[in-house]
């Protein structure tokens, strides 16, 4: 069950490290497109990284010109030509690891999972120790269902880097993957006992891990931890109140509703299903109510619900109460 992202594409760019001064030499088409790239003008940036791929200043001034070719092309969204760029850049410099480490990304995003592995497990020839190729490894071995290859790893990457979240979560999902729910609980369990930081992402992965292992009162513990570090995360409150209704405790499902609305969050679902809940109680003053906010954000359903509580006073006999609230509905 994939709930969140754990690949993130980074693409610094990078200066030959034997240039001139560049106050000297403006006009190096490194340089200037360096500074184009810095504005945000990629494709400007590219016409001047590919005049200095025919540098002749060496190799590894090529293999720089490439690479931030690489990454305008990936600015750009044109992933393929992308891949063509830093396959040149490790052509020029092939101990030029983060080429590989970006080329892996790239792989990956375009879905070519054995291309990507190849490049990471290049990165670690380089470098023993990149968390990130461990933990993309891990990433391509989820991608075609090896879980214990996953496992493997993140577990060498958890080694290397015991404090980054997004490696526990993908080891509790590696476990969630095969219905391991026992072991993906143990491993959040215990990562936010380890972490010095604590996040929100890893109490509310936690909380639908219990669901998923029927334990509901845990599942609503770690949702209401994880929203105690981010308050204003509206799913997981909805998530809460709907398990509060389906055991039948109403009242809790309107508190964590209101404690949402308090939080600053104002969304027409609450309104509406705290309307619901009231109406369903027959507390049509308060169901009345919160259609009525429902309606004001602008749902339509919160319409309808302020005629399904008219329409409740006509049969209670209030046509005078009824009437009041379909003469201020056409206003």
């Given at each position: ?13 990078v200066?030959?490290?034997c240039?001139?001064?560049?106050a000297q ?6 340089v ?6 810095d ?5 400007e ?17 090529r ?12 600015q750009a969204?044109a992933y393929n030509?992308?891949v ?5 850049s ?6 030029f ?9 790239v792989?990956?995003?375009?879905g070519?999972i ?11 020839e ?8 461990y933990?993309?490894?891990g990433?391509?071995?989820?991608k075609?269902?090896?879980?214990t290859?996953?496992l493997?790893?993140l ?6 880097e015991?404090d980054?979240p997004?490696?526990y979560?993908?080891?509790a ?6 219905r ?6 143990k491993?959040?369990?215990q ?6 930081k604590?996040?929100?992402?890893a ?11 029927e ?8 949702y209401?931890?994880g929203?105690?570090?981010a308050?204003?995360r ?5 998530r ?8 039948g ?5 309107l ?9 600053g969050i ?6 509406l299903?705290?309307?619901t809940?009231f109406?369903?109680q027959q ?13 004001a ?6 319409r309808?619900?302020?005629e ?15 009437d009041s ?7």
């Amino acid at each position: 069950m994939k709930i969140f992202i754990l690949f993130f594409l980074l693409v610094p760019l990078v200066s030959a490290v034997c240039a001139q001064d560049t106050a000297q030499v403006p006009k190096d088409p490194l340089v200037l497109g360096n500074e184009l790239y810095d504005k945000g003008e990629y494709s400007e940036a590219a016409i001047q990284y590919f005049k200095a791929t025919r540098s002749n200043a060496g190799g590894l001034q090529r293999a720089f010109a490439w690479f931030n070719l690489g990454n305008c092309q990936v600015q750009a969204h044109a992933y393929n030509k992308a891949v063509v760029a830093y396959q040149r850049s490790v052509e020029e410099a092939p101990n030029f690891s983060r080429g590989y480490q970006i080329l892996g990304d790239v792989y990956y995003t375009l879905g070519a999972i054995p291309e990507a592995v190849v490049a990471y497990r290049r990165v670690l020839e380089l470098e023993e120790t990149s968390v990130h190729a461990y933990q993309m490894l891990g990433e391509c071995a989820l991608k075609v269902g090896d879980v214990t290859e996953a496992l493997r790893n993140l577990d060498a990457a958890v080694k290397l880097e015991p404090d980054l979240p997004d490696l526990y979560l993908a080891e509790a999902e590696a476990y969630a993957d095969v219905r391991d729910y026992g072991d993906a609980e143990k491993v959040l369990q215990q990562a936010l006992l380890t972490m010095s930081k604590p996040t929100a992402e890893a109490y509310f992965y936690l909380g639908q891990l219990y669901e998923l292992d029927e334990n509901p009162q845990k599942a609503i513990r770690a949702y209401e931890d994880g929203l105690l570090l981010a308050p204003k995360r509206e799913d997981y409150y909805m998530r809460i109140a709907s398990i509060d209704e389906k055991v039948g405790d109403d009242f809790l499902a309107l508190l964590v509703l209101e404690q949402g609305i308090r939080a600053g969050i104002q969304k027409p679902d609450f309104y509406l299903i705290r309307g619901t809940i009231f109406f369903k109680q027959q507390r049509y003053d308060h169901a009345l109510d919160e259609f009525q906010k429902a309606y004001a954000l602008g749902s339509p359903q919160g319409r309808t619900g302020i005629e399904n509580v008219a329409a409740s006073y006509y049969n209670d006999g209030k046509k005078a109460l009824g009437d009041s609230v379909m003469a201020e509905l056409a206003r």
